[in-house]
């Protein structure tokens, strides 16, 4: 159900209400006048293919390869649909509202049994407002505040899996990450779809709506919920960076990047090995992640979607940064990595 939803809006968004000065030819997947980092996997405005050689991958491995790496394919897609725009010529403050929608896919395409869809996460939002005041001071070119009151994410674990561990008997069976939140952001110098020399800054805080409840539980139906050890810390904190040198020969440089502080899941990974599975409590803990995309955009001379794409390197080590598997410490992702915007 939220997958039709989720293509339906991407079929018919076009049909919303546009906002002031800024149709929809500009550009679908960088529209709004609040962008985001590159490496944004919290609701970005782009779609993004990475194939990556990852580790501590050995839990979705079935036993049947034993490899400590091998090549991963993942799937980012994301719109911030336009609902009004206050924006206008000569206007050096103005509200922005849009509605941001995404997808994130992991396939296992290095597996070489069944290929399998490892993990799927859907995030989806009320109405994110943006307040944005243009400076024009040197360095300081504009700042905004974005508030979402309402965000809402969604994960689900691979079939294949899911099924080695009914088959397997083992205590658990899936996680329910499945969490609402708000989110506040401030950024400094937000580039908006130019194309000259500019850094942007930009440091963000999601607070749970139910911190009592936390960030993933398990159901009696899906395993033993003595298993999961949630802390119960209900914020994640972020800093990004994102550098863009001027546009020549219709080429610009990018380089972004992001910390991030969350939370690494309180319930434990399980290892194969010839005499059977294991696996070892975990409790709930704080870790950072760090995040870097280094790369050239080639940027059209037309406006509208894909009137830009960005290849280069995505470097990620932190915990696993998709849903069921926030659990796993030490996961260091390194490929090519394709954005459309």
């Not at 205590?171 to 499945?178: E, Q």
Request: hydrophobic share 40%; with cysteine.
């Amino acid at each position: 159900m939220k997958v039709r939803l989720l293509i339906a809006i991407l079929l018919f968004s076009p049909i919303a209400v546009t906002a002031e000065n800024h149709p929809f030819s500009d550009g679908l997947f960088r529209y709004s006048s609040f962008g985001q980092s590159l490496l944004a996997d919290i609701h970005p405005n782009f779609v993004r293919l990475d194939v990556a050689s990852v580790t501590n991958h050995q839990e979705w491995d079935w036993g049947q390869t034993g490899k400590a790496r091998r090549w991963n394919t993942f799937g980012v897609m994301g719109i911030n649909v336009p609902l009004w725009s206050g924006e206008a010529e000569g206007k050096n403050a103005f509200l922005c509202v849009s509605l941001p929608l995404s997808s994130a896919i992991w396939l296992d395409l290095g597996e070489p049994v069944t290929a399998p869809v490892v993990n799927t996460d859907y995030r989806i939002a009320l109405p994110v407002f943006t307040y944005v005041r243009k400076l024009n001071r040197n360095f300081f070119r504009n700042y905004s505040i974005s508030l979402a009151p309402y965000k809402h994410e969604s994960t689900h674990l691979g079939d294949e899996i899911t099924l080695q561990r009914v088959e397997n008997q083992l205590p658990l069976l899936r996680v329910n990450v499945s969490e609402h939140y708000s989110e506040l952001v401030f950024s400094i110098n937000e580039a908006d779809r130019e194309d000259s020399y500019w850094h942007t800054f930009r440091v963000g805080l999601m607070v749970l709506w139910n911190a009592r409840r936390g960030w993933y539980f398990i159901d009696a139906t899906d395993g033993d919920a003595s298993l999961a050890k949630p802390r119960f810390s209900p914020w994640e904190a972020y800093l990004q960076y994102q550098f863009q040198s001027p546009v020549r020969h219709c080429f610009q440089w990018v380089v972004s990047a992001e910390i991030r502080n969350r939370a690494l899941y309180g319930y434990p990974e399980f290892t194969w090995s010839s005499d059977g599975v294991h696996y070892e409590m975990q409790d709930e803990s704080r870790i950072f992640t760090y995040n870097l995309f280094c790369g050239l955009r080639f940027c059209g001379n037309r406006k509208g979607m894909f009137s830009r794409m960005s290849v280069g390197m995505r470097l990620y080590h932190g915990n696993n940064p998709y849903g069921q598997f926030r659990n796993h410490k030490d996961f260091n992702h390194l490929g090519v990595c394709i954005i459309f915007e």
